[in-house]
């Protein structure tokens, strides 16, 4: 499979690509539970531990089934190399580490990932790392944001939870023409609906918990590159500080692989008809889905993407206590934070994802007391929407 994947559609990479069959001539993907490696001689383990020669070593630098999972997931990024990660976070501080030194500069866009915010505001500004957040959706503030010393520009769009758009190639346009690297996580989209690399960006972040295992089962991440230079600091810095991902993971990972072209189109379409739903209630405010013609960068998404995603948020009229009752009333939706699943999650950001981030920071992003964001699983699309229906209703309009 490895050299001919060029010609393959995304659907066959996924299941078809990534592992090289052992001597067993295994049907299944084997899970290589070992620590170490062993080598012939004592002149093999000189020639890999130089370098010289290609090859396994110890699991916190590689592992087959982690490889295995990290060249499907590669090859779907339309990219040449991936290291994966013990999480998405893990994935994050490993780039940081790699990539910047103390004085340099970074601009993120304002609606990132609560964990990803403190991640820079409150450690990386202790190792003289500055962080600029800037609205996702307007150019000329990245652009007014860059200065002499920023070197990483790092943004996640569509937003969480708020869904908003990032024109990918305009900001990278930016970064190119200031010698920025550029990195977009990709958690929300996966390689289904954007691949960020053809849209102008340097580096890929994943978290694999969400939808790339799709099934809330283990956690972990990833990195993707195109660039050599750039992954063998990457690979550098996470193979010394560790945060490896354990070959078990891996393999849960790429399974769900397999199945992620399917789940992203039904997560696609019942987010697109939970979201109609939303949108004509009379308890609901608004709506931030953007597959919506009311999404204020609907155009951007058609272009973008070859899908609008599984996550809606929406706006209840009133506040705190009404997006509580909304929650508190459904019957099987599951109160979580996690996201990308099959089963639908509901969640209340304010008081959760974005419970640690102070509340000037929590206005910047746009999160309200009355927003509730909701991960459209694949139950059939009436039962979810029966089970928002319940606490919405009870809402007085
Ligand atoms: C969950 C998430 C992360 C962090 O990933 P973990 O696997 O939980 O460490 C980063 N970015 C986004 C967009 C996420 O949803």
Redesign the pocket.
């Known amino acids: 499979m490895q050299k001919h994947d060029q010609k393959y559609h995304s659907q066959t990479v996924a299941i078809r690509h990534g592992y090289r069959r052992t001597d067993e001539q295994e049907h299944g993907e084997p899970i290589f539970p070992t620590s170490s490696y062993v080598f012939d001689s004592a002149q093999q383990a000189v020639d890999r531990f130089s370098g010289e020669e290609a090859g396994n070593i110890y699991s916190r630098f590689t592992n087959p089934t982690v490889a295995g999972f990290e060249n499907r997931l590669a090859a779907l990024e339309g990219g040449r190399y991936c290291i994966g990660t013990a999480?998405?976070?893990?994935a994050?501080t490993g780039l940081v580490l790699a990539v910047l030194n103390a004085g340099d500069h970074v601009i993120a866009s304002a609606g990132l990932?609560g964990?990803?915010v403190n991640l820079f505001t409150k450690y990386y500004a202790r190792f003289g790392v500055d962080t600029s957040f800037v609205d996702l959706t307007g150019i000329e503030q990245w652009k007014r944001a860059v200065r002499p010393n920023t070197r990483l520009i790092f943004l996640?769009s569509p937003s969480?939870p708020l869904c908003e758009i990032g024109d990918l190639p305009a900001i990278g346009e930016i970064a190119r023409e200031n010698g920025i690297r550029f990195v977009v996580?990709n958690?929300?989209c996966t390689p289904v609906l954007q691949q960020p690399l053809k849209l102008g960006a340097d580096i890929v972040v994943h978290?694999a918990?969400?939808y790339l295992d799709g099934q809330g089962r283990c956690?972990?991440?990833a990195l993707v590159t195109n660039d050599e230079k750039t992954h063998d600091a990457l690979f550098g810095m996470l193979r010394t500080t560790g945060p490896c991902m354990s070959p078990f993971n891996a393999w849960t990972f790429s399974k769900g692989l397999e199945t992620l072209p399917l789940r992203m189109e039904q997560h696609c379409a019942n987010a697109l008809e939970v979201a109609k739903w939303l949108e004509v209630h009379p308890a609901v405010k608004r709506v931030h889905y953007p597959g919506l013609a009311s999404h204020p960068q609907h155009e951007l998404a058609k272009k973008q993407y070859r899908g609008f995603g599984g996550i809606v948020s929406f706006e209840v009229r009133g506040s705190r206590s009404e997006a509580w009752k909304v929650i508190d009333h459904t019957e099987f939706l599951s109160i979580t934070a996690n996201?990308g699943d099959v089963k639908t999650t509901i969640t209340h950001p304010a008081t959760t994802t974005h419970l640690r981030i102070t509340q000037p920071e929590r206005d910047r992003a746009g999160i309200t007391d009355s927003l509730v964001r909701v991960s459209v699983g694949l139950e059939h699309v009436e039962d979810i929407i029966g089970d928002l229906e319940r606490g919405l209703d009870r809402i007085r309009k």
């Open positions: 999480s998405g976070m893990a994050i990932f964990s990803t996640e969480n996580d958690a929300f978290s918990t969400k956690v972990g991440g996201l």
